[in-house]
């Protein structure tokens, strides 16, 4: 079989062809409409995804070392299981994105709109993210760990037994959450809110707080150890 | 001074320095039992007027047994103290074929290192005068003081690159440079010229320039502070400048040849070496088997110069005729945008943050396992030790992170800030050839010819090559 081009890709997802575990590497999609579609499986290392449409496109366990991503519109693409590492996806649209069990590595998110994503399992490990909009997300079972949330709002999201360890946060929002189980261990933050949550059970351990308002929050069975939290508002 | 007591004439005579005083008695008659007295003997002193350094025991002696007709001395002054001749001390030795070794911290000798040159800065003191002594005046036997004579002041010496201090007792050097004493001069030269680098210079460490007309020895190195100049080929040396290294001819590195360059480097070829230019790499024929980086321009000058079997990298732009050997496969990557060692480096440091992150999840993994024993029952005093040591080592890992994140930016934002350049081939780029420019790479799989690679919107493009006045500027043409 000949090697995929970016036209025979075009041809085969506008026809509703399923283009699953295909080597598409290093292929120019650029502006490209693929909405919709199902490259599972498929390997993209290194593919130009510059304007490319994703859009509820299903890219799971998708092959995405060193792959382009500008304006690439991903909303409600899934890209669940699959790695994305050392990335700016500051510039892409992703709202409603699945990424269960994805891996973020070093990837940085700014002034992004990510509602109503679905990252249950997801691991993100030494991330930035900027005035990025999670709320409404499924969020549970998820380790973030090393991460920079500066200005972002996660409300309403399910947080269930997240763990949100060594992050550095500021300005951030977690109102009407579900957090139980969470743990913040060992991270720090400058004027976070969890108002009207349920953080019973939450691990706070070395954590460093200034400005903590857990107003209205179940606030039962937290672990404080060696925790250090000025100006809490209860 | 002559005086004569009842039986005795009694003489007293005084040098003519004053320094000392002698007496003479000889009886008045020839009568045997005539007794001197003591008295007698001090009276003619004291109206000899010798006052000082009176030996008492000897005027006594003589009271005793006098001896006619004899010089007998019994008062002595003292003599002054002349000042010495004033002097010039060298802080610096005025020996320079001294090799002066030196131990590492491990205790271990290179006797490469014979540091036969002596380094000073600009203000550095080189000698000082030593004033002349004063002396210490003395007294005659008269009771007389006598004067002490000063030394002679001493002169500083002259020379090249030095200068004499504002009070003119010191000479200081006006250069930074090498410290050197003729037997008549102290000069200090900006410049260290040999005619050859081995073991009768050691390895050269010097604060300014050196130029080696000759060979320079396999396994020895040359640390200069401004810039390095070799007449002739170089093998394995290890050559660091603070300025410009040029070579007139080439690096056979050997895989041990290494040149690190504050400036520009210029050299006719480079083989099985290391070169790392913080200006420009200027090469006349070509670059084999080494490691080349520039934060300037990289040419290969020769209208037929090549690249191969390398990684070369520049931070602005390369330009060479051929890139690769035809037919050869030979792995050659050319870098722009960015140092590769930085790069290297901030990879290092991302991986140690995710090897750390993996163990912080270890470690809490234990501890909330001991933390439900805990719970559950009650931890034995050598869990709980363990537990408050897990405790310490998660806090001592979100120091190291914050650090290690703190250096990660640094260089990302050295790295993002590099201009994206250009790589131009004048003539084929060979299979094998590995193009890098910013963010962006590209295999040749297939031979190209007269290109210039380059990176518009984020998209490495391979468009023909036009030689620009920048490349005609360095070009032998």
């Known amino acids: ?198 953080i019973e059970g939450m691990d706070l351990t070395l954590c460093r707080i200034q400005g903590l308002d857990i107003t209205k929050s179940t606030y039962k069975k937290v672990v404080q150890e060696e925790t250090r939290i000025k100006d809490l508002k209860k | 001074m002559q005086g004569v007591s009842e039986n005795y004439y009694i003489e007293v005579s005084i040098s003519q320095d004053k320094l000392s005083a002698s007496v003479k008695v000889k009886p008045v008659s020839d009568n045997e039992d005539h007794e001197l007295s003591l008295s007698d003997l001090l009276d003619a002193v004291k109206n000899a007027g010798v006052v000082s350094g009176i030996m008492e025991d000897i005027l006594y002696k003589i009271s005793e047994k006098p001896e006619s007709d004899k010089w007998v001395v019994f008062a002595r002054g003292v003599a002054p103290s002349h000042g010495k001749d004033g002097s010039v001390d060298f802080h610096f030795s005025t020996d320079g074929t001294i090799a002066n070794l030196k131990e590492d911290a491990s205790g271990r000798v290179n006797i490469r290192d014979m540091n036969l040159i002596q380094n000073v800065s600009s203000h550095d003191c080189l000698c000082t005068l030593v004033p002349p002594g004063q002396g210490k005046e003395g007294i005659s036997v008269k009771g007389e003081k006598i004067a002490a004579k000063p030394g002679l002041p001493a002169r500083l010496p002259s020379g090249k690159g030095v200068q004499e201090s504002d009070d003119g007792t010191s000479l200081v050097a006006s250069i930074d440079g090498m410290v050197q004493w003729d037997g008549e001069k102290v000069n200090v030269d900006p410049s260290y010229v040999v005619d050859k680098v081995d073991a009768s210079t050691g390895n050269i460490r010097f604060n300014g320039s050196v130029i080696v007309n000759g060979e320079v020895g396999d396994g020895y190195e040359i640390h200069a502070q401004d810039d390095v100049t070799i007449a002739m080929s170089i093998g394995k040396v290890i050559i660091e400048a603070g300025g410009n290294v040029t070579i007139t001819g080439g690096v056979l590195g050997q895989s041990k040849g290494e040149i690190h360059a504050r400036g520009d480097v210029h050299v006719k070829f480079i083989q099985e070496a290391s070169v790392e230019a913080r200006g420009t790499v200027e090469v006349e024929d070509y670059v084999l088997n080494s490691r080349v980086s520039s934060a300037g321009p990289l040419v290969v000058k020769n209208s037929s110069g090549w690249i191969a079997g390398s990684t070369v990298s520049s931070e602005t732009w390369i330009y060479a005729h051929t890139i690769g050997i035809e037919h050869a496969q030979i792995d050659t990557t050319l870098i722009v945008g960015h140092n590769p060692m930085l790069l290297e ?63 990660i930016q640094k260089i990302t934002a050295r790295i993002d800030s590099a201009y994206e350049g250009s790589i131009y081939i004048g003539g084929i780029v060979n299979e094998g050839t590995k193009i890098i420019i910013g963010h962006t790479d590209k295999a040749v799989t297939n031979i190209m010819t007269a290109t210039h690679f380059f990176v518009s919107e984020g998209i490495l493009i391979d468009d023909p090559f036009e030689i620009t006045d920048e490349i005609k500027g360095y070009l032998n043409e």
Not at chain 1, 118 to 139: E, K, P, R
Not at chain 1, 157 to 177: A, G, V
């Open chain 1, 1 to 198: 079989m000949s090697r995929w081009t970016p036209e025979r890709l075009y041809d085969a997802v506008s026809m509703g062809v399923p283009v699953e575990g295909k080597d598409l590497s290093g292929l120019n999609l650029k502006g490209m409409d693929l909405g919709g579609a199902n490259l599972r499986g498929s390997d993209l290392t290194k593919a130009n995804l510059t304007g490319t449409n994703l859009e509820e496109s299903h890219l799971e366990r998708v092959k995405l070392a060193g792959v382009f991503f500008k304006d690439t519109n991903l909303c409600n693409a899934d890209i669940s299981e699959t790695t994305l590492e050392d990335l700016d996806l500051s510039t892409c649209t992703m709202t409603g994105i699945k990424a269960r069990k994805t891996q973020f590595i070093r990837v940085s998110i700014f002034l992004r709109d990510l509602k109503g994503s679905t990252l249950s399992g997801a691991i993100m490990m030494h991330c930035v993210f900027n005035d990025v909009d999670f709320s409404d997300s499924q969020m549970e079972q998820m380790n973030i760990i090393f991460c920079s949330i500066k200005g972002c709002r996660m409300d309403r999201c399910n947080l269930q037994n997240t763990n949100l360890s060594l992050c550095r946060m500021k300005d951030s929002h977690f109102n009407h959450c579900e957090i139980s189980g969470g743990s913040l261990m060992a991270s720090t933050g400058n004027n976070i809110e969890i108002t009207e949550s349920n």
């Open chain 2, 345 to 407: 480096e901030g990879k290092n440091l991302k991986d140690t943050v995710i090897e750390r992150l993996k163990g912080f999840l270890k470690l809490r993994s234990s501890l909330l396992k001991l933390r439900k024993v805990r719970n559950d029952y009650e931890l034995s005093q050598q869990q709980e030790q363990l537990y408050k040591k897990i405790l310490a080592a998660i806090d001592s890992i979100r120091n190291e992170l914050e650090k290690t994140d703190e250096k």
